[in-house]
């Protein structure tokens, strides 16, 4: 019993429940960033209280004017003069920054998606606001006083500290560009079995190289993706004979496009039992595993390094075995049981990768249709389409 609880404490804390870890900022004291010109300030730093809000906003600003590249930087005069500062988000931490920002006679513009102080605006009514740390005076202009001990309050005084400078933000929305590619589960009918399998893929959003790199797959039929986007990384290779779908969304990823799921099963997919590759599997199917390595190789050793290349590649191999199990189910549909056979042993040369899709053609080699959709009916009954 101990054991598995090792294991859960492992994969709950240490392993990550969506198969990998989920990038955050970096984010020094002074809210500086790994990316030049770029401070977090906020909540984004960690730390969701009032006064770590204001405070963080403020030191932002001020790093940002110690930094000796800004200070030598060109000022031109002028009605179109380029901004000093941009600051997204009007929220504590935002309009902490756009007081220091003032104060100093800096350019700047605050944009707020929504309204400002959304979040506060939105707690309930009366909810009681605590200011810890008591003793903490944050920096720069922003500070609270006892009418901030409630929401009510908190707000009014923050809209008067706003009114009172003249800050108004600009409600505008920034966002990427590149988030392209719009996907849906799909629930797939196998209308030879019978059964209905629906969606067991989990969902990925964003930045989707890592998941994708680790066999994570797209159905072409259940995604949306600008005809701009598929221009600017070639569309699909057609040096590929199979696989395109996934080259693409790997092709995609890499070039910074981002990934937006309907978590809705929109797409039902019909698998009618024909093989999917007309002739040559396996010259196709080895083809393909060699096209991908030498294009996705470097990059899976790169990120994954050496053992999540091996299952990597052991990934792409489950390919070939679904093909091969996609040809045992047009066999057995043309009533040519000796080639079903076949395929089952050209399965059993890819042995250990290839365990599950053999156990299902030799089952379905052995019974036939109309026994292996009662057997499978028995395992999952839920996943079968009604007769009536």
Sequence with gaps: ?????????????????????????????????????????????????????????????????????????????????????????????????????????????????????????????????????????????????????????????????????????????????????????????????????????????????GPLLRGWNVATSSAIVPRAALARVGGFDERLPAAHDYDLWLCLARAGFRFAAVPDALVIRHDHGEARISADLEARSEGTIARLDDKWGGLVREQLGQRGYERWRALCRGYVHSMRFARIRSAMMRGDRAAAWGHCRALARGLPGSGRYLVRGVALTLLGWRGYRTVARLRAPREFISDA
């Design 1 to 209: 019993m101990f054991s598995w609880l090792v294991r859960y404490a492992r994969w709950l804390h240490t392993g990550w429940p969506a198969g990998l870890v989920e990038k955050t900022p970096f984010a020094a004291e002074d809210g500086a960033t790994n990316v030049a010109g770029l401070y977090i300030a906020g909540d984004l730093t960690g730390i969701p209280l009032l006064k770590f809000s204001s405070d963080t906003g403020a030191r932002a600003v001020r790093t940002i004017l110690a930094d000796p590249a800004f200070g030598s930087r060109e000022r031109p005069d002028g009605k179109d003069a380029p901004l000093d500062l941009v600051i997204l988000g009007a929220g504590v931490a935002g309009m902490a920054a756009a007081l220091e920002a003032q104060k100093h006679g800096l350019r700047f513009e605050i944009i707020e998606a929504v309204e400002p102080f959304s979040t506060i605006v939105n707690f309930p009514k009366r909810k009681p606001i605590y200011t810890y740390p008591t003793g903490m005076t944050p920096a720069g202009d922003l500070q609270f006083t006892s009418r901030s001990s409630v929401k009510e309050g908190l707000v009014e005084e923050l809209q008067e500290i706003a009114a009172l400078r003249g800050v108004r933000p600009r409600l505008a929305r920034c966002e990427n560009p590149s988030s392209t590619v719009v996907y849906c589960p799909f629930e797939t009918h196998d209308d030879v079995a019978g059964r209905r399998i629906p969606n067991r893929r989990p969902i990925h959003e964003g930045d989707v190289l």
